[in-house]
């Protein structure tokens, strides 16, 4: 139960760093996703069997406060909660990677998934500029900020699930 | 009879005679020249030798007192950085002061509006969506469509509203458009916002004769925003003959990346024309 709350804690403390500080920092129109990332690095870092419904939990939060449709994050993090299981299990010894790959991948599908929900709501815009000046900075944002938030979520998950030596 | 001129009290007297000439000269005063001439330089080296004395003296007397001197640097440094921290504080609640007097001058000059203040408290978390949060909601009166301005000009509506915050959609999103007059030319068109977060006009007359820094207010149409609320300046135009309408950038009036307060006109209630779109 301490695991899952502190988990809670630390999203909610990413969810107010990203609205009054990440989301101001801008590489042309991109900004980086604390929250996604912190995601990602639960999802490879945990080991509860109900941590889904925290995924979830979050995703609905994230949905109510963005003006972002409510499905759409709920949809990226389960999927980002499903795909980490397959991963932890392919390259488990290599987290940092996994972190990686997960990242890029997670951040194009929010990005495409975004335009599309532009596309279906008739908002024009043009696709090589979204892809060049938003796409693009906030892959690279994201992908910096990935080995900081690794880094503290791992030493979260060590503190949170205390294990003997490994061999 | 002895004799009084032996050598030796010959050289005697001529010694006393010398002694007592050079003390008759010095007496009075023609000596002085070669008196400072001589002693110029022995001033000098001794001047040298007192400051290395000195300065070797105070290098081996030091750390007694530079560990006191230390002490009492650390409790300047301690002031200053505590001093430093104070005026940073209260340049802070300066600024803020600004922006509280600017808004209320706003609100002075502009009586036909009831206002409620409210601080921005985040962004967006997508970057394709320009939308604030503010840290006033219903617990204040506010409403969803409400207009929302700084004392510059127009920045929003509010599109969604819990107890104690609210979002605003500001103008540079993509799916916002805002029904303007062009105040010269007096003619009608739209701005609309883009995922970039620029602003752009359109559904401009293409018979409109307007210019580079035309002033661009709210028109009122569509009941979404009240009438003559600055929203920025035309930047550039493009028109062309086979088109039905001119297009043009625009150069907002807000800074809509430094916004830190803004004010929700109360008493204005949007008109849904949902209904009525075919």
């Known amino acids: ?167 | 009879m002895r004799n009084l001129f032996t050598p030796k009290n010959l050289r005697n007297l001529i010694l006393i005679i010398v002694i007592a000439g050079v003390l008759i000269l010095a007496i009075s005063g023609y000596l002085t020249p070669i008196f400072s001439v001589s002693v110029s330089p022995l001033i000098s080296a001794q001047s040298w030798i007192s400051e290395r004395y000195l300065a070797f003296s105070d290098f081996f007397g030091s750390p007694r007192d530079m560990a006191t001197l230390q002490g009492e640097n650390f409790t300047l440094r301690n002031e200053v950085a505590q001093l430093q921290s104070e005026i940073i504080s209260l340049q802070e609640n300066l600024a803020q002061a600004d922006i509280l007097y600017t808004l209320l001058d706003f609100a002075r000059n502009n009586p036909e509006h009831e206002y409620e203040a409210a601080t921005v408290i985040g962004r967006e978390i997508s970057p394709y969506l320009q939308y604030i949060i503010i840290d006033k909601g219903s617990n204040n009166g506010l409403q969803y469509g409400m207009p929302v301005v700084t004392q510059q000009g127009l920045v929003g509506r509010i599109d969604a509203v819990i107890s104690d915050a609210a979002r605003v959609q500001l103008i540079t999103d993509a799916g916002s458009v805002v029904n303007v007059r062009l105040k010269t030319a007096n003619v009608e068109g739209q701005v609309s916002g883009s995922i970039t977060g620029e602003v752009s006009l359109d559904m401009v007359p293409i018979d409109a004769q307007m210019d580079i820094g035309e002033v661009i207010l709210t028109s009122g149409l569509g009941g979404t925003y009240p009438p003559n609320i600055f929203v920025g300046q035309v930047l550039s135009l493009q028109s062309n003959q086979n088109a039905l309408f001119q297009t043009g950038s625009v150069q907002p009036i807000v800074d809509f990346s430094a916004l830190s307060a803004v004010l929700v006109i109360t008493n204005f209630e949007a008109v849904d024309i949902t209904p009525l779109v075919p």
Not at chain 1, 111 to 121: E, G, K, M, P
Not at chain 1, 125 to 153: G, K
């Open chain 1, 1 to 167: 139960m301490l695991v899952y709350l502190a988990y809670a804690m630390s999203f909610v403390l990413a969810m107010m760093l990203q609205y009054g500080v990440f989301s101001r920092w801008m590489i042309l129109s991109g900004s980086p996703d604390l929250v996604l990332l912190l995601v990602i690095a639960l999802c490879l870092h945990q080991k509860q069997r109900w941590f889904w419904i925290l995924i979830l939990i979050m995703g609905g939060v994230v949905g109510f406060v963005s003006a972002l449709p409510f499905f759409l994050p709920m949809i990226v993090y389960m999927a980002v909660y499903l795909v980490s299981l397959s991963l932890k299990q392919r390259v488990w010894q290599t987290p940092l990677l996994a972190m990686f790959l997960l990242t890029f991948s997670a951040t194009i599908v929010v990005n495409f998934l975004s335009i599309a929900v532009l596309f279906v709501q008739r908002i024009p815009f043009v696709f090589s500029e979204a892809l060049v000046r938003v796409v693009l900075p906030s892959v690279f944002l994201n992908m910096f900020l990935a080995i900081p938030v690794h880094a503290i979520v791992r030493e979260l998950s060590i503190w949170m699930n205390p294990q003997g030596a490994q061999v």
